[in-house]
């Protein structure tokens, strides 16, 4: 079954402690993308990845990192997570550059205390 | 700057009845548009896209209309059915050379039976 997995699906955690969600695909997709969703605002992006070892910002990139060092692994990074961070992540691939659609993984909710 | 506006937070219609979901965009870079549809504590999944070149997709009950001197596009649902419950994300992409999708806010559609 084509699918995006997230782990874990529900964290709580503390301002400062370093943290790591990772996203798998199993699509063989090019491309892998970072979302959160927060009430009011909608989806947005944070980081993307065309390929291994090719990432880049999106629009909220402050405050995370990501790596891509296999195709189908694209895990986000929080370094020193602060409250501002509480939200819905959601990873998502899509097959290549153009009019294709992004397969969305189930989400992470993410709470920092 | 937003550059993808769902204006209606939400929209409430009769089981049988059509809804109309709409979107406008300010990129006209933008040469290809996507509907999303999200279940909570689910992530967003693909329901219906549309390129540039073209004014109207259909697929089943679903029809997306583009008007690009409008910088408009809409979403048709006909007949509504109660589980089309969920929120509706209008997304749009290209124009550049980064692989992006720029996602409005989202519009909360509840089906009545």
């Known amino acids: 079954e084509a699918q995006v997995t997230q782990n874990p699906r529900y964290l709580i955690t503390v301002t400062g402690k370093k943290l790591t969600v990772t996203c798998s695909q199993n699509m063989n997709h090019e491309y892998m993308s970072w979302y959160r969703q927060d009430p009011g605002l909608g989806l947005r992006q944070i980081y993307y990845?065309?390929?291994?070892?090719?990432?880049d910002k999106g629009d909220v990139p402050e405050g995370y990192k990501v790596s891509r060092k296999e195709k189908r692994n694209f895990p986000l990074i929080l370094e020193s997570p602060s409250p501002n961070q509480t939200s819905l992540y959601f990873c998502?691939?899509?097959?290549?550059?153009?009019?294709?659609?992004?397969?969305f993984g189930q989400g992470t909710r993410l709470t920092v205390v | 700057d937003q550059q993808v506006k769902q204006n209606s937070p939400s929209l409430s219609v009769q089981e049988g009845r059509i809804s109309i979901l709409n979107c406008d965009y300010t990129n006209s870079m933008f040469d290809y548009f996507l509907w999303y549809k999200k279940y909570p504590a689910e992530g967003p999944t693909f329901l219906i896209s549309?390129?540039?070149?073209?004014d109207k997709n259909e697929d089943g009950r679903f029809t997306v209309f583009l008007n690009k001197s409008a910088k408009h596009l809409s979403l048709h649902i006909v007949p509504s059915q109660p589980g089309d419950s969920a929120v509706y994300f209008c997304?749009?992409?290209?124009?550049?050379?980064?692989?992006?999708?720029?996602f409005g806010k989202g519009t909360l559609l509840t089906v009545n039976p």
């Open positions: 997304a749009a992409g290209g124009g550049g050379s980064n692989y992006k999708l720029t």
């Open positions: 990845s065309m390929n291994v070892e090719v990432t």
């Open positions: 549309i390129s540039s070149i073209k």
């Open positions: 998502a691939s899509s097959l290549n550059r153009g009019n294709t659609e992004a397969f």
